[in-house]
């Protein structure tokens, strides 16, 4: 079947925001060689005009995001949605289906999709089971984990996500845990599938480590321990960095590479200042996906401490390059570190346990990072996966139609 998708997904990179959600666009990409779509990637709206105040002046950058792109002959559309910051978040879903819904439509009037795929929960993936309700279109939802987890928190919110989700046409999860979740908040179990993420292995393998510390200019003779995340609460980096107090406090120089960005930078900075590790914290900032494959293979170990996750693309990549992990006992993650050889998982906001796990890693490196010969998924095998049940899906409406 030569299927035709329109995928709407806020969590899109774009001409301003080219790293964000690189998972998504490598799983569209997978699609786009196997069926023709379409991406609808909305951003919030704000003004085109100059603005000093530094709490607003982050959300400039969206007015300097482009209304259409082409990216590998994948069209991409930005229409803009309203976005009220610090209240009214349970009708975003509103504002983003008013946002979106004329961009569809003009979209399908040249390009009549088969169906809808939307990832993420909330508010995307309520507004697209509303849309394809009214276009009589079937939807397909990718559920991510902090949309069911995080954004569903709220009577209100969870009330209106459950009754909406049941119209889902089908429910893929990144995980079983996630599966399991949606399955108990109601939905039927037949509609509930899972689905895991893959890594791109074309530039995800090991690598020597004395080069990839020479090319990125780190002293060879380091003990280097990496995160990589975005820098909210939720990525529990608070307790990494005072997991690295505990350690250097027994006179081992151990250093930690911070690569990304958000509002928790300054806080970060500022405790380690407080804690007197400042040294041996560094701050990268956000690098191109096409990078973070060098970083990892520089750095003894990855340490992803969230206090709550989906299925994490970073900790699959650092397996990937043969690079052990310490990361909570959370979300899917325990669905991927299988066994002691990749990595150890420790309980969330516990620096001490963080910081036995990571020198137990460092005195037993030799029997730690041994999986990247088993990560023989590609994002082409989850582009597959993915288009096989599209098909069941749309065949089922055609038939049910028929009726």
């Not at 998972?23 to 060689?33: A, D, T």
């Not at 209106?160 to 999860?173: E, Q």
């Not at 401490?305 to 900790?315: A, F, M």
Request: net charge positive; aromatic share 10%; glycine share 6%.
């Amino acid at each position: 079947m030569n299927l035709k998708l329109l995928v709407i997904s806020r969590i899109f990179p774009n001409n301003k925001m080219p790293q964000y959600g690189t998972f998504v666009r490598q799983e569209v990409s997978g699609l786009s060689k196997i069926c023709k779509l379409k991406v609808v990637a909305p951003v919030p709206w704000f003004p085109s005009i100059p603005i000093q105040i530094d709490k607003i002046k982050k959300w400039q950058i969206f007015s300097e995001v482009m209304k259409y792109e082409k990216n590998n002959d994948v069209e991409i559309f930005h229409p803009r949605y309203l976005v009220t910051p610090k209240f009214g978040r349970t009708f975003y879903f509103l504002f983003y289906l008013i946002g979106i819904i004329n961009t569809v439509k003009r979209v399908h009037r040249v390009f009549s999709f088969d169906a809808i795929l939307v990832f993420y929960g909330i508010p995307d993936g309520i507004a697209a089971v509303l849309l394809a309700k009214i276009m009589k279109k079937p939807v397909i939802v990718k559920m991510l984990g902090s949309d069911v987890n995080v954004d569903s928190k709220g009577f209100l919110i969870n009330f209106i996500f459950k009754r909406i989700l049941k119209h889902a046409d089908l429910i893929v999860c990144v995980c079983e845990k996630l599966s399991r979740e949606i399955v108990d908040r109601g939905n039927p179990e037949e509609k509930v599938i899972t689905i895991e993420k893959s890594v791109n292995n074309d530039i995800f393998f090991p690598k020597d480590k004395k080069i990839q510390r020479s090319r990125l200019k780190l002293p060879l003779d380091q003990k280097i321990i990496l995160f990589v995340g975005n820098l909210l609460p939720i990525k529990g980096c608070i307790y990494l960095i005072k997991a690295l107090a505990i350690i250097n406090e027994k006179s081992v120089d151990f250093y930690l590479y911070i690569i990304g960005d958000g509002p928790e930078m300054v806080y970060l900075k500022n405790t380690a200042i407080e804690l007197k590790i400042e040294q041996y914290v560094k701050f990268i900032g956000s690098r191109p996906h096409v990078e973070i494959p060098d970083w990892l293979n520089a750095s003894d170990l990855l340490c992803l401490p969230s206090l709550d996750e989906g299925h994490p693309n970073i900790v699959l990549e650092a397996l990937a390059c043969g690079i052990p992990v310490v990361a909570s006992r959370v979300g899917g993650i325990p669905e991927i570190i299988k066994s002691a050889e990749e990595g150890l998982l420790v309980a969330p906001k516990d620096s001490l346990s963080i910081s036995n796990a990571i020198l137990n890693i460092i005195e037993n490196k030799g029997c730690f990072g041994r999986r990247s010969n088993k990560t023989v998924r590609t994002w082409k095998d989850v582009a597959n996966e993915m288009h096989d049940e599209f098909g069941k899906v749309i065949g089922n409406k055609i038939v049910k139609e028929n009726c």
